[in-house]
């Protein structure tokens, strides 16, 4: 069983190369910019600082690795799909991830975040496309979950099935423990 409470934020790095040294597994979580990728690492863990949440898009810039008891590194990328202040993230999120993916052994699984209350872009589409031709082992993590209704939830059910995404799909909201438990037992099980 893993301790999700046991967690230290180890180091940010703008490169793989410069990955902490205990080489264990990883999991990455990826994800348009404002998806919630910090709230669902904060909620992971039972820290409400652990890592920095902003209302404003494209705060995280760097790897970002947190020892999880040990076991793994929860790899947090820069967010897609918004640039603002002359830095562009498409192109930071796709050459830092050209290397994050080329060859990375310690690579477990990744956790694709969804906003539940927006479509899937054409960045999410295509990291799709990306892990699956790759066969890389992802799950799709729908966050703010507690912000759609039935009908809504329904609809997003109707357009990953679509999509051919029949499993591995996890509805999350930080407001609901249960829904973050069944993440928890997932990740677990690749660990």
Known sequence: MINFKNVS?????????????????????????????????????????????????????????????????????????????????DRLFGSMMDEYFNDNKYLKLVLLLIDSRRELGENDLEILSFLKDNKYPFFVVITKIDKINQKGKSELEKRLKALGLKENIYYTSSLETRTIEKLKGGIESYI
Do not use: M
């Open 9 to 89: 934020f180890v180091k940010s790095t703008p490169s793989i190369k410069d990955r902490p040294g205990d080489l264990i597994s990883e999991i990455l979580v990826v994800g348009k910019s404002n998806v919630g990728k910090s709230s669902l690492i904060n909620t992971l863990c039972q820290r409400k600082s652990l890592a920095f949440t902003s209302s404003k898009p494209g705060h995280t810039r760097l790897l970002n690795y947190y020892n999880i008891d040990n076991k793994f590194y929860l790899v947090d990328a820069p967010g897609y799909g918004y640039a603002k202040g002359g830095v562009d993230l």
